[in-house]
């Protein structure tokens, strides 16, 4: 059974870096057909896809994060991460990160509360 | 982006009780439209993708419809495990978006 487990600090001050991993036990990383990303949810709002990433690397980010987003994927250690620069109060959100098979997401992590806050 | 409004929010329904969730598109996304359940503190849960294919495992009480801009979630007879949030999300065009939610609350 496919798992996703987010890591990452719970917090983080203003005007730095959002830093987050996934680690995928269960199933390969490097599955073709898959893709691997984030998403996010903030307090009292809905879901917001970030972007994702396939295993050899080839990235799609929303447009309105894509300027400080990075997500990388590590297949020797079978995990994916998020960077997130210079964040600020807004995003303060539970950060999911999803399996995306060829269509929906299928798989998904409990999700890792990051609060921005100094 | 492609806008996705979903109605009612929020929803109060009983144990036994056929329940709809709409979702609408501010364009077509022919049947690019998935369902998805969300609960406090648990992994979300992916219940339908392409408008109406049930996931493995999913309960059969749960179905979709829909094609174009309107498609609706049902589940036919509530379960107490079901009072949760669902969203719907479009992969028509990018970027990927979703529904405000449905909160579905005990009557």
């Known amino acids: 059974q496919l798992r996703l487990q987010e890591s990452g600090p719970g917090l983080v001050k203003p005007s730095e870096t959002l830093s987050l991993t996934c680690t995928v036990s269960g199933a390969s990383i490097t599955s073709s057909g898959f893709y691997w990303g984030w998403i996010r949810q903030s307090p009292g709002k809905g879901l917001k896809w970030i972007g994702h990433?396939?295993?050899?690397?080839?990235?799609y980010y929303t447009p309105s994060l894509k300027s400080r987003v990075t997500i990388s994927v590590d297949t020797s250690k079978s995990r994916f991460s998020l960077r997130l620069t210079s964040v600020t109060a807004a995003d303060t959100a539970i950060y999911y990160c999803?399996?995306?098979?060829?269509?929906?997401?299928?798989?998904w992590g409990q999700g890792a509360l990051v609060t921005v806050s100094s | 982006d492609i806008q996705m409004t979903q109605s009612p929010s929020p929803l109060s329904a009983s144990v036994g009780d056929r329940v709809t969730i709409t979702c609408r598109a501010s364009q077509s996304i022919s049947t690019y439209l998935n369902w998805y359940q969300l609960k406090p503190g648990k992994a979300p849960k992916l219940l339908i993708s392409a408008s109406s294919s049930l996931q493995s495992g999913v309960p059969s009480r749960f179905s979709g419809s829909g094609s174009g801009t309107d498609f609706t979630l049902t589940i036919s007879s509530l379960q107490p495990e079901d009072f949760a949030t669902y969203y719907c999300q479009q992969s028509y065009l990018s970027p990927i978006t979703f529904g405000q939610g449905t909160r579905l609350d005990i009557k």
């Open positions: 999803v399996r995306r098979a060829r269509d929906p997401f299928d798989y």
């Open positions: 990433i396939s295993y050899s690397g080839n990235t």
